[in-house]
């Protein structure tokens, strides 16, 4: 079960769902994380309780330097409240403050078979490349069922393509609810208008771990560095060749970061325009867009107790929340003291 949501309809519902999401810790946000999912996260605080999580238990599956996953964190705390996660609306946490969601991956862990886990992609994909894999990464979608369902959170944004992994959540609660009861619900897609963004090569997927990214705090001068060196459309070859603004990433990028985007298609379209200030256009229009949030994430990142502050008050806000289910947990499975009823 899924649902399509015009995020541009903010208007709040009377009885709120519960929302979750993770963050990875994985480096500087860049205009893929920007379009494709953080504007949506900003759009939905308001729609549902809204937790988002920043995983740092996920990260350690790859991040093995204590000093750097804890600068990893942090900023990825800055980043979130700077592109507009507002703390008073939802909850930003840090996984590992809340040591519940790997107390009921454990619980999980007893209930799921090894045999779905090595089905999943990421780990086939690992195991292919002859890595020596952790129990971690087979264990990491058990976790992320964890992470959802702790909150008996209902609605988990993802793009079109993740689907497969919020349907072995769903499998994941099944199989405990079938063993002990109906305790779990279970958390639905919620589709948002989301592009996927090309990265400076034009070609794939702008990622991290691809090195085609555009990070959208970079100081100025770095993203028109790198805005100049996109790959466009590799069939106009000379300034005369009329462009096809529908394969050129530079021109589809100027979709999403303001001005007349038609007219800039036109351009290319009629060579009226060079791909090198169309480009050089795209770097000023980048730099304007982020401009109020690097100014504001600067303001936030000057002040040392801003981030503890944020993520104590989040974990406040859902420690109820783990409090009651754990106990329901706990009731179910026959650990813990027995409570009265
Ligand atoms: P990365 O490691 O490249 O930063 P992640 O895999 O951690 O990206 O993704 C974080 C979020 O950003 C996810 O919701 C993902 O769908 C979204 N995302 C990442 N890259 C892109 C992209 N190029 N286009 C659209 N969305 C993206």
Same mark, same amino acid.
């Given at each position: ?11 709040? *519902?009377?009885?709120? $769902? *519960? ?55 942090? $900023?990825?705390?800055? /980043? ?185 298609? /036109? ?9 090198? $200030? ?20 600067? *303001? ?42």
């Amino acid at each position: 079960m899924s649902q399509t949501l015009d995020v541009r309809d903010a208007a709040p *519902r009377p009885v709120q $769902e *519960r929302l979750f999401t993770g963050i990875q810790p994985s480096g500087a946000s860049h205009l893929g994380n920007y379009l494709g999912a953080q504007v949506n996260y900003v759009a939905l605080q308001d729609r549902y309780e809204s937790i988002y999580g920043i995983v740092d238990y996920h990260a350690l599956t790859t991040v093995h330097d204590a000093a750097t996953l804890r600068t990893l964190t942090h $900023e990825m705390v800055l /980043d979130m409240l700077a592109v507009g996660l507002d703390p008073a609306r939802c909850a930003i946490v840090r996984q590992s403050d809340l040591p519940e969601h790997a107390e009921l991956c454990w619980i999980f862990d007893t209930v799921v078979p090894v045999s779905w886990l090595q089905r999943n992609p990421t780990y086939k994909a690992s195991l292919a490349e002859g890595k020596e894999n952790s129990a971690g990464l087979l264990n990491y979608p058990v976790l992320q069922a964890a992470d959802i369902v702790i909150y008996k959170a209902s609605v988990v944004p993802v793009g079109k393509d993740q689907d497969a992994h919020l349907e072995l959540s769903r499998e994941i609660v099944r199989a405990f609810n079938r063993r002990y009861g109906e305790i779990f619900p279970e958390p639905r897609a919620v589709y948002t208008d989301a592009p996927i963004v090309l990265g400076i090569d034009g070609a794939r997927k702008m990622g991290k771990s691809a090195g085609n990214t555009i990070p959208i705090f970079a100081e100025p001068d770095e993203i028109r560095r790198l805005v100049m060196s996109m790959v466009t459309d590799p069939l106009r070859i000379k300034r005369t060749d009329p462009g096809r603004p529908e394969v050129c990433n530079v021109c589809q990028l100027h979709r999403y970061v303001g001005g007349d985007y038609l007219q800039i298609q /036109d351009g290319e379209r009629t060579a009226r325009t060079g791909c090198v $200030e169309t480009k050089e256009l795209l770097a000023e229009r980048i730099i304007e867009f982020f401009a109020p949030m690097r100014a504001e994430r600067a *303001r936030l990142a000057a002040d040392p107790a801003v981030v503890e502050d944020t993520l104590a008050a989040g974990a406040g806000k859902v420690r109820p929340i783990l409090a009651a289910t754990v106990a329901e947990v706990h009731d179910a499975v026959g650990i813990g003291p027995r409570r009265e009823r």
